[in-house]
């Protein structure tokens, strides 16, 4: 299920059964824009537009105004690369890496395609002829398709050296196909990096006027199929006669990397341009040998930092009358979208509900739950790096006025500048750490440091003493902050210094430092932790202890990578550990297995010296070799010798990270990952209202069908349950917890590559995702004398008859677990047409009792029995149906199916032998069950399986 199609749901269902069944769920308000990597206008109906980025793939029906996601059919962490629509019907084409999608209906639903790529290969582009609805060709790594019926079939083009690589590829509405050439290591083109075809088997080199490549824009005029342009990246040529002959474009100076090339829908000769540094420049004759440009920048409203940098515009979609109706849209490769109706005159923002923000760090005030704070990372071109809420989270606004970074990877608030009261707006003092590039000018980079003294509204660099990289001040990414708590002026006896008495003064700064690999064992350039005494205003050097680069043979080394998380004993300050991570390359023959010390270290000294503190975790080899990246830490306020780890070693695919713990102040570590899904944990943090301290949550990366989310533990670490329901099933890679008073339920806020996601917990005892209210109107749903809230086996959830508004009374559903296991997680109601049509039956045939969603945490296989109360199945016509991969682990499989493991005990109750290696389970997880399926009133089936 898509990352907001479940959300939807719940909303339907708190509308139907009160406002207690939607508690327990996630649900994010923002912040809206991120990444983009296409954005599409549909000529028959201009008011519509598609856009793709990291977040997703939406539809805008109102010109911009706002975007909602479109997802049916998609797997629920699709990663598009790239986008197509037909000019004259709704037709539509996304692909990932692995597949390519089509809907006939502009993306209400979305059907799977014959375009797989070879094993080993990736899908790298599509392309639809103007024109066509049908017509459309895949690029893979080493390989063409291509169909002529919308996918139904596709064929292997013939003619291609499959030992060359492909990079993008374009159709002319002539129907002749272009092709950029990676790599030709057999010569087969003649080093010619385009190649074109007329007819799909035979292709020809173009004589490109420059070597292109992955990256490289083409276009080609949507009604002139000889007129191409073409560009390196950095210079732009032209042809008229389909790539025979080139002609250069004179660029404005200082046009910088060439982002994107749009040609205007009716005139071939004018071209607008997306320039790193100068913004979209555009001109009405783009062949004359001094064109004149019209540069649109931050000026114009095409800015998207603090800094009035202009905006990495990657693609460009111009209204189809364009300029009888002046209307364009631009999205940028980080800063979000943008609309001008006045023909670029003006810009602003065009981002409401477009879900593509990837928060990588969160900061929440210490007393005031109104106040938070979102860094978007692992953005490389101009980009809002820092979003400010002061409603709690219901609305965000960019806080980056003088920020020059592109990203921001940690946040820390200095409590001792903040006051309690929410009805004042104290300046207090925060800090943003990430990094800048050397953009729109070399000039512009620095060390990637920053405070604030007004709360986040305006920033200063502070980057003193940073060591100097080609030029610049630059310690690689920033990735944690630390403030020392008594570092105040006048510290207390004992404690940290209380609010008023600040600002404190001792940070320390971690990231990954800048490593000299010109010799064995050479000091880095710039260091991984740097410390200051004076609030930022200068910085020193402080990893006295920390690995130099090993050369590992064979012209290889392995490096540390930087330091991705800082925590210090809350009672003692000289205290501290940083995890830290690897870089080196893989599979490079005669090179060893790296053995130089990583994973946590340790300081007793303030952070001066470092000492290895990773015994017990795992290694990247055997006895001896390096220890697994550690990505996030924790450290306990009941126990200071208690710590959690978060390990992963990012060089196996897919991802498999695991948490471990330290009683003894990092001497030894013990996994402690029971429960735990998904890909990989990229933040932890201890409730620190539990007096305990064994509240702990993780949160994780994952896919689509191994969805990620976030756990939480309460009895240190033994085991974990899921509180993920309603959240995308690809990221969370930051956790906060506002302020909150002793008793009140606990409140998480998660970032993800969709934005912050917030959510308030309920009491739900057993954890099994049904909260003890709903489950207490249903009482014992399983009849075993002992209520369902009371039992971490037993889960009843009231739910709506079907679709997305109630019809009719609630139905009570009850999931127990027979045998095989003790645990339930993430136990709801799912309606069945949030997912594509059953093929087998009729839009009605899961009426009215929908899908169950199970989860079984640390489960190898159980038989679980579900109870639709008042269902008679005993009518005939009824099959219990799967909807999910029918191999699992396979995204690519995705569809209904007949579960073989599922019978019907009496009326209303079917048993479900579930075996988490078989089908059945989404997870390819041998020890998590994730489950989605449930009774269908289908015609007799010819095949068991369902597959008709």
């Known amino acids: ?14 509308a139907a059964g009160g406002a207690i069944a939607a508690v327990g769920s996630w649900s994010t308000a923002g912040p809206y824009g991120g990444s983009v990597q296409k954005i599409l206008v549909y000529e028959a109906g201009p008011s519509t537009l598609w856009a793709i980025g990291g977040g997703g793939v939406f539809r805008s029906l109102s010109g911009g105004g706002s975007w909602s996601r479109i997802e049916v059919g998609l797997p629920d962490s699709l990663f598009p690369v790239d986008l197509a629509a037909a000019t004259a019907a709704p037709v539509t084409y996304v692909a990932s890496q692995s597949r390519v999608y089509r809907s006939g209906n502009g993306g209400d639903l ?53 030992a060359a690589t492909y990079a993008s590829i374009a159709y002319a509405s002539d129907g002749t196909l272009y092709v950029v050439v990676q790599e030709d290591p057999n010569n087969t083109y003649g080093g010619a990096s385009l190649i074109k075809s007329a007819t799909g088997s035979a292709w020809s080199p173009v004589a490109a006027p420059v070597p292109l490549f992955g990256g490289s824009p083409l276009a080609i005029s949507p009604n002139t199929p000889q007129r191409l342009y073409a560009s390196d990246t950095a210079t732009v040529a032209t042809s008229a006669n389909a790539g025979g002959t080139w002609n250069a474009v004179n660029l404005p100076a200082n046009c910088g990397q060439v982002m994107s090339l749009t040609v205007h829908p009716t005139n071939p000769l004018s071209l607008y341009v997306g320039c790193v540094r100068l913004g979209l420049v555009a001109t009405a004759d783009a062949t004359l040998a001094a064109p004149a440009w019209t540069t649109w920048n931050a000026a114009n409203g095409l800015g998207a930092n603090g800094t009035g940098d202009p905006a990495a515009v990657v693609s460009l979609a111009l209204h189809p009358a364009f300029l009888a109706t002046p209307s364009l849209w631009a999205a940028s490769q980080y800063g979000g979208l943008f609309a001008s109706t006045n023909g670029g005159t003006t810009w602003s923002g065009a981002n409401a509900g477009f879900q593509s ?133 006048a510290p207390p006896p ?97 090179a060893a297995t790296p053995s130089l ?144 008073a002793t008793g009140a339920p606990a409140r998480i806020l998660a970032g993800t590559g969709s934005g912050v996601w917030d959510y308030t917990e309920t009491p739900d005892g057993d954890a099994d995702g049904a909260p003890n209210a709903l489950e207490a109107q249903v009482g014992d749903g399983n009849g ?38 003790t645990q339930l997680n993430n136990s709801a109601n799912i309606q069945a047409d949030l997912f594509p049509p059953d093929p087998a039956g009729s839009a009605t045939s899961h009426d009215p009792w929908g899908l169950m969603r199970i989860e079984l945490p640390a489960c190898a296989n159980a038989v679980v029995d579900v109870t639709f109360h008042g269902a008679n199945f005993a009518s005939g016509g009824w099959f219990w149906r799967n909807y999910g991969p029918r191999r699992r682990g396979d995204d690519g499989t995705f569809g209904w199916y007949t579960f073989a493991g599922a019978v019907r005990l009496d009326a ?41």
């Open 110 to 162: 979305w059907v799977t395609t014959a375009f797989t790529p070879p094993a080993g290969s990736f899908v790298r582009g599509i392309a639809l002829r103007r024109g066509t609805t049908n017509t459309v060709a895949t690029v893979t790594d080493h390989a063409v398709l291509l169909s002529t019926d919308g996918g139904a079939t596709a064929a292997t083009a013939g003619g291609l050296d499959a």
């Open 357 to 489: 923000v990837n928060i990588r760090a969160l900061a929440t005030h210490p007393l005031d739950a109104n106040i938070v704070l979102a860094g978007q990372g692992d953005s490389f071109t101009t980009a809002p790096a820092l979003f400010r809420s002061l409603d709690s989270a219901a609305t965000w606004s960019t806080s980056h006025a003088n920020l020059n970074a592109e990203q921001v990877r940690t946040l820390a608030i200095d409590p001792t500048t903040v006051d309690a009261d929410p009805f004042t707006n104290e300046n207090f003092v925060v800090y943003a750490g990430g990094r800048s590039e050397r953009l729109p000018a070399v000039a512009n980079k620095d060390g990637g440091l920053y405070k604030s003294v007004d709360r986040g509204a305006t920033w200063t660099t502070i980057d003193s003493g940073i060591a100097v990289v080609n030029g610049r001040p630059d310690m690689g990414t920033v990735r944690g902050i630390w403030l020392d708590p008594r570092s105040c002026a």
């Open 908 to 948: 209303d109750t079917w048993r479900l032998s579930i075996d988490a290696t078989r089908q059945g389970n989404y997870r390819n997880d041998a020890n998590n069950v994730l489950f989605i399926g449930g009774p269908a009133q289908l015609p007799e089936m010819i095949f068991a399986n369902g597959f008709e």
């Open 597 to 740: 010390a990583n994973g946590v270290f340790k300081s007793l000294d303030g952070g001066t010296t470092w000492t290895h503190a990773s015994n017990g975790m795992p290694r990247v080899g055997g006895t001896g070799t390096s220890h697994y990246d550690v990505l996030a830490l924790a450290i306990s306020h009941a126990n200071p010798q208690v710590l959690y780890a978060a390990t992963v070693k990012l060089t196996d695919l897919p991802l498999a990270g695991a948490v471990y713990k330290t009683t003894d102040g990092g001497a030894n570590w013990t996994a402690q990952t029971t429960g735990i899904a998904g890909q990989d944990v990229r933040a932890l943090f201890v409730d620190r209202n539990d007096p305990t301290g064994n509240t702990v949550y993780a949160a994780t990366g994952g896919g689509s069908t191994d969805p990620g989310g976030v756990y939480r533990t309460t009895d240190g670490g033994a085991t974990w349950n899921s509180y993920s329901l309603g959240l995308p099933a690809n990221s969370a890679t930051a956790l906060a917890m506002p302020p909150r």
């Open 784 to 821: 075993d004398g002992t209520p369902d809230e009371s039992q971490r086996g037993v889960a009843s959830v009231v739910a709506p008859p079907s679709g997305l508004v109630a019809r009719g009374t609630n139905i009570a559903v009850t999931t127990a677990i027979a045998s095989g296991c």
């Open 1 to 14: 299920m898509s990352k907001s199609r479940f959300l939807v749901a719940l909303t339907a269902l708190a």
């Open 494 to 590: 004992s404690g940290p210094c209380a609010a008023g008495s600040g600002p404190l003064q001792k940070i320390l700064a971690v990231g990954s430092g800048i490593a000299d690999l010109s010799a064995p064992g050479m000091p880095y350039r710039s260091a991984r932790v740097y410390r200051s005494t004076n609030a930022g205003g200068a910085w020193t050097a402080s990893e006295t202890g920390l690995p130099l680069p090993q050369d590992l043979g064979a012209g290889a080394y392995a490096y540390m990578g930087g330091a991705a998380a800082i925590v210090a004993d809350p009672g003692n300050a000289n205290i501290l550990y940083i995890g830290t991570f690897l870089s080196y390359p893989t599979g490079v023959p005669g």
